[in-house]
């Protein structure tokens, strides 16, 4: 079982930036793959974006490309989002997942693990 809590939201302005970090806790952090999912009002829930157990892989939604980053310290057992250039658009609940396994995992159905979420509000 591993437990996830996000922190970093808030209110920025459009062009502003966040940063979010989801820490972990429960079994060995640096065997699981983790994400970054949104969720706005009467929205589905949609993948920001990916990092492999080892941060050798990433991966992008290509609405937040080139303005996101992800990264995690295993040591730390906490993953982060850095966001720059925040639109109104980014405006949604963002929720931490993770999940055991060596690959990359695009789809919230594919992670067992999430953080209750934590929101962002983007103002234009």
């Known amino acids: 079982q591993v437990q996830l809590v996000e922190s970093g939201g808030g209110l920025v302005q459009a062009g502003g930036s966040l940063r979010l970090s989801c820490a972990a806790s429960?079994?060995?952090?640096?065997?699981?793959?983790m994400g970054w999912f949104r969720q706005a009002p009467g929205k589905e829930r949609d993948v920001v974006a990916t990092?492999?157990?080892?941060?050798?892989?990433?991966y992008y939604a290509d609405s937040v490309k080139g303005r996101f980053t992800i990264s995690r310290d295993n040591a730390k057992n906490t993953v982060y989002l850095q966001m720059y250039s925040l639109k109104p658009e980014d405006t949604a609940v963002y929720h931490c997942a993770a999940r055991q396994g060596g690959g990359t995992y695009y789809y919230a159905t594919q992670y067992p693990y999430w953080g209750q979420g934590i929101q962002v509000t983007v103002s234009s």
């Open positions: 990092i492999s157990w080892s941060g050798a892989t990433t």
């Open positions: 429960g079994r060995a952090f640096s065997g699981y793959a």
